[in-house]
Every structure is written in C-alpha cells, then in structure tokens.
C-alpha cells in the first residue's frame, strides 16, 4: 500500500497550471513545511515535502491556499528522475495529493482579533432563555 499523510503549511504560494485539451485540467505545485519528530539540531526543524495537486483538488489549492496555509494532504509518495542541463540525473520524491484538508480557519491563519469576534444576541432577538435552575443531575452533561 502507498498511502502518505501530511500535515503542514505552505512554504509559497502554490504554482498553478492548466494542462491543454478539450476540457484543461488544473495541476498545482507546492511545498508543504512538515515538522520533524527528530531534530538533530536547532535548526533542523522541518522536511520540506513537493506536491502536487490534479483537477479538483488542484483548483481549491488554486482558490484557497496561500503561503502560511496549513494544510492535512492524503496522497501517494512518486519517485522519478530526469536529466538536467548538465547531463547529470536527478531523483525527484514527491505527493501526488488525492486529498487535502484544511487544518485550521481562516481567521487562525490570519491573525483573529478576539475584537472581531461576534458580539452576544440582544435580548430581543427572539431566541428564549432557558432557566438552568431546576434541571436534575441525571443529564449526561453540564
């Protein structure tokens, strides 16, 4: 089995493309920063781990994710090579990303100001309240 999961944030923002044809597929490229369990050093902190996102999944990456973002991605771990213009090979290893999760809100990512937040319902919103004296203790909650 060939199963990856990654936890995150974008290293840059993602490099998007569309592949050509009748109906062009989205292909985005990125980098996720993925803490490491074992740190050698102070500064060995985390793997920088290339994917890549198709069609779908490919155009939220495109929409929704920025630099920062930290995401959960489900994926395939891909080997290949190729030569470079020096003749010399190159091994490359990356996630072929089959899924993808957002790790935490929006509002986290940018900085939310607890001033933001929404203001308590006014009295006569037309919600009742509801007494909490009298309720036995047989609830399975408080």
Not at 64 to 81: A, Q
Not at 96 to 107: T, Y
Request: charged share 25%; hydrophobic share 30%; proline share 5%.
């Amino acid at each position: 089995m060939n199963m990856v999961i990654l936890s995150g944030r974008l290293v840059r923002d993602p490099e998007i493309r569309y592949g050509s044809g009748a109906e062009p597929m989205c292909i985005a490229k990125f980098s996720l920063a993925v803490d490491k369990n074992y740190k050698k050093s102070a500064d060995d902190k985390a793997n920088f781990i290339n994917c890549t996102a198709f069609g779908k999944t490919g155009e939220v990456v495109e929409k929704h994710c920025t630099k920062g973002t930290k995401l959960i991605v489900t994926g395939e771990w891909t080997t290949g090579s190729y030569k470079n213009k020096d003749g010399n090979t190159v091994y490359t290893n990356d996630c072929n990303v089959s899924k993808l999760e957002f790790a935490e809100s929006k509002n986290a990512s940018q900085g939310y100001n607890t001033q933001d937040a929404p203001k308590p319902m006014p009295a006569d919103s037309g919600f009742m309240d509801i007494p909490t004296s009298g309720i036995g203790n047989d609830l399975p909650f408080k």
